[in-house]
């Protein structure tokens, strides 16, 4: 049988791994390789033991901290953009009912922004 999923735990006191939920005890060579987050294939005897151990490759998982943080961010850049940028650069983009225009213009003001704003902090 064959078990895929990513190591979600590893116990070295007890010398296993958590895999979709369930613990595997594995030899102390394969907890020297695997590390958590590690994207595993398990292949397993009738009685539940691991036999093979495969690394397919590792599964990052963005952390909610980080996210929140990037969220954060984003907001202020717009803030700035709406703060410095000029309102006659900003209203032909929001005239235009040409998706792709709308996303060069708006481009072009965040590029005009970002130097006003350089030119704030020289």
Do not use: C
């Given at each position: 049988?064959?078990?895929e999923?990513?190591i979600e735990?590893?116990s070295?006191?007890?010398?296993g791994?958590?895999?979709?939920g369930k613990?595997?005890?594995?030899?102390?060579?394969?907890?020297?390789?695997?590390?958590?987050n590690?994207k595993?294939k398990?292949?397993l005897?009738?009685?539940?033991?691991?036999?093979?151990?495969?690394?397919?490759?590792?599964?990052?998982?963005?952390?909610?901290?980080i996210?929140?943080?990037s969220?954060?961010?984003?907001i202020?850049?717009?803030?700035?953009v709406?703060?410095y940028g000029?309102?006659?650069?900003?209203?032909?983009a929001?005239?235009?009912?040409?998706?792709?225009?709308?996303?060069?213009q708006?481009?072009?003001?965040?590029?005009?922004?970002y130097?006003r704003?350089?030119?704030m902090l020289?």
């Amino acid at each position: 049988m064959e078990v895929e999923g990513v190591i979600e735990a590893i116990s070295y006191r007890n010398k296993g791994i958590k895999v979709r939920g369930k613990w595997y005890s594995v030899s102390e060579d394969v907890l020297k390789q695997v590390q958590k987050n590690h994207k595993v294939k398990l292949t397993l005897d009738d009685f539940g033991n691991v036999m093979d151990i495969k690394i397919l490759g590792y599964e990052e998982k963005i952390d909610k901290d980080i996210k929140i943080e990037s969220l954060r961010a984003s907001i202020e850049i717009l803030k700035l953009v709406f703060q410095y940028g000029q309102p006659y650069d900003i209203s032909p983009a929001t005239q235009s009912n040409n998706l792709e225009e709308q996303v060069r213009q708006f481009t072009t003001i965040l590029e005009k922004t970002y130097k006003r704003i350089l030119n704030m902090l020289k």
